[in-house]
């Protein structure tokens, strides 16, 4: 598990992320937060596709990433013997639910619109509005096209 984690880790950072905790084999990053990044979707999202491209190569199992852009709360939280960076807010929550429907969808990459409409790069595929917990209104999700495609057993392979 710690070769895993220490894998994405360093595909985040490489793409300008910080990430903020673990959580069993689930990782939680941010971009634009400690340090503001002006391309942060851009980044998130490139960040993401190389996870999900070389995965394979440190772990055989499925993986899924949710993207959503938004205001965050982000500080150290704690008291004096145990401080860690963190961010908390709705934006979190709703990133985490978008992470917890690749599964459902079965698409491993799932994207906001929030996200979308930070994005310069390439054209999403629009999967729909979808219900997410805790929420009255639905979510517009879109993932890049034809890139990742997840087969019968939920291990990803990708296509040319």
Same mark, same amino acid.
Request: charged residues 10%; negative net charge.
């Given at each position: 598990?710690?070769?895993?984690?220490?894998?994405?880790?360093?595909?985040?950072?490489?793409?300008?992320?910080?990430?903020?905790?673990?959580?069993?084999?689930?990782?939680?990053?941010?971009? +634009?937060? !400690?340090?503001?990044? *002006?391309?942060?979707?851009? @980044?998130? /999202?490139?960040?993401?596709?190389?996870?999900?491209?070389?995965?394979?190569?440190?772990?055989p199992l499925a993986m899924g990433v949710g993207l959503h852009?938004?205001?965050?709360?982000?500080?150290?939280?704690?008291?004096?013997?145990h401080l860690e960076f963190s961010v908390i807010g709705?934006?979190?929550?709703?990133?985490?639910?978008?992470?917890?429907?690749?599964?459902?969808? +079965?698409? !491993?990459?799932?994207? *906001?619109?929030?996200?979308? @409409?930070? /994005?310069?790069?390439?054209?999403?595929?629009?999967?729909?509005?979808?219900?997410?917990?805790?929420?009255?209104?639905?979510?517009?999700?879109?993932?890049?096209?034809?890139?990742?495609?997840?087969?019968?057993?939920?291990?990803?392979?990708?296509?040319?």
């Amino acid at each position: 598990m710690s070769q895993f984690q220490g894998y994405l880790s360093n595909i985040v950072e490489q793409y300008g992320g910080s990430v903020i905790s673990f959580m069993g084999d689930g990782m939680m990053a941010v971009f +634009g937060a !400690p340090q503001p990044l *002006s391309n942060h979707a851009d @980044q998130a /999202l490139q960040a993401a596709q190389a996870m999900l491209r070389s995965i394979h190569q440190v772990c055989p199992l499925a993986m899924g990433v949710g993207l959503h852009t938004g205001l965050v709360v982000a500080g150290c939280l704690g008291t004096e013997g145990h401080l860690e960076f963190s961010v908390i807010g709705d934006t979190v929550n709703v990133a985490s639910r978008i992470e917890s429907l690749t599964k459902q969808i +079965g698409q !491993p990459l799932l994207i *906001s619109a929030t996200t979308r @409409q930070q /994005l310069t790069l390439p054209a999403l595929r629009f999967l729909g509005a979808h219900s997410i917990r805790g929420r009255s209104a639905q979510l517009e999700l879109y993932t890049v096209p034809e890139q990742f495609e997840a087969d019968d057993a939920g291990t990803l392979s990708t296509s040319a």
